[in-house]
């Protein structure tokens, strides 16, 4: 019990606490499934609106929502997961009977469709922080799985600034 209370004693010179994740005129009070991105820039979370979860994307510290191009149409929202740069968002969409995981690229302002195996729902996911790689969880026949896909052939690595791709010209081996 000393030690607890030793270790506890510290506690408030850690150099860390709470705080909101910013001003955000709609949906502030009712937030869920948060992700942050690598360099901890760029919080999506889940906000109820309209009577609709929509992801909501905003730049930390400051709060402002940077705008999402292809999302509006294809809602609820469920289970965002950002890469290191924020350049990639992740999610779940509901679109029409269908539950789909889609990418929007931030920088191009493309959308992409993965396509699941037939029969298979998914049901969360996680996006490798430089973009090349995604975890989903999926149910189906009864089953629940976890799938890993190489997106490398589709999206650039979104990696910390100074890092350079493995193999690209003017890396050191």
Same mark, same amino acid.
Do not use: F, K
């Given at each position: 019990?000393?030690?607890?209370?030793?270790? !506890?004693? &510290?506690?408030?010179? /850690?150099?860390? +606490?709470?705080?909101?994740?910013?001003?955000?005129?709609? +949906?502030?009070?009712?937030?869920?499934?948060?992700?942050?991105?690598?360099? &901890?820039?760029?919080?999506?979370?889940?906000? $109820?609106?309209?009577? $609709?979860? %929509?992801?909501?994307?905003?730049?930390?510290?400051? +709060?402002?929502?940077?705008? @999402?191009?292809?999302?509006?149409? !294809?809602?609820?929202?469920?289970?965002?997961? !950002?890469? /290191?740069? &924020?350049?990639?968002?992740? @999610?779940?969409?509901?679109?029409?009977?269908? #539950?789909?995981?889609?990418?929007?690229? #931030?920088?191009?302002?493309?959308?992409? #469709?993965?396509?699941?195996?037939? &029969?298979?729902?998914?049901?969360?996911?996680?996006?490798?922080?430089?973009?090349?790689?995604?975890?989903?969880? %999926?149910?189906?026949?009864?089953?629940? $799985?976890?799938?890993l896909y190489d997106l490398s052939a589709l999206l650039e690595p979104d990696l910390p600034a100074g890092l350079s791709v493995r193999g690209a010209p003017g890396d050191a081996p």
């Amino acid at each position: 019990m000393a030690l607890l209370a030793l270790l !506890l004693s &510290g506690c408030g010179s /850690w150099g860390w +606490g709470r705080r909101s994740a910013g001003p955000v005129g709609w +949906g502030g009070a009712d937030r869920q499934d948060p992700a942050l991105s690598g360099n &901890g820039r760029v919080l999506a979370s889940v906000v $109820r609106r309209d009577g $609709r979860d %929509t992801v909501l994307l905003q730049e930390q510290p400051s +709060g402002t929502v940077l705008p @999402l191009r292809h999302l509006q149409r !294809l809602q609820p929202h469920r289970s965002p997961s !950002l890469s /290191w740069n &924020g350049r990639y968002l992740a @999610l779940l969409v509901q679109e029409g009977p269908d #539950r789909r995981v889609v990418i929007e690229d #931030r920088a191009t302002g493309r959308l992409h #469709r993965l396509p699941l195996p037939g &029969g298979l729902l998914p049901d969360s996911l996680s996006l490798a922080p430089d973009g090349r790689r995604i975890a989903i969880a %999926t149910e189906g026949d009864g089953r629940s $799985r976890v799938l890993l896909y190489d997106l490398s052939a589709l999206l650039e690595p979104d990696l910390p600034a100074g890092l350079s791709v493995r193999g690209a010209p003017g890396d050191a081996p």
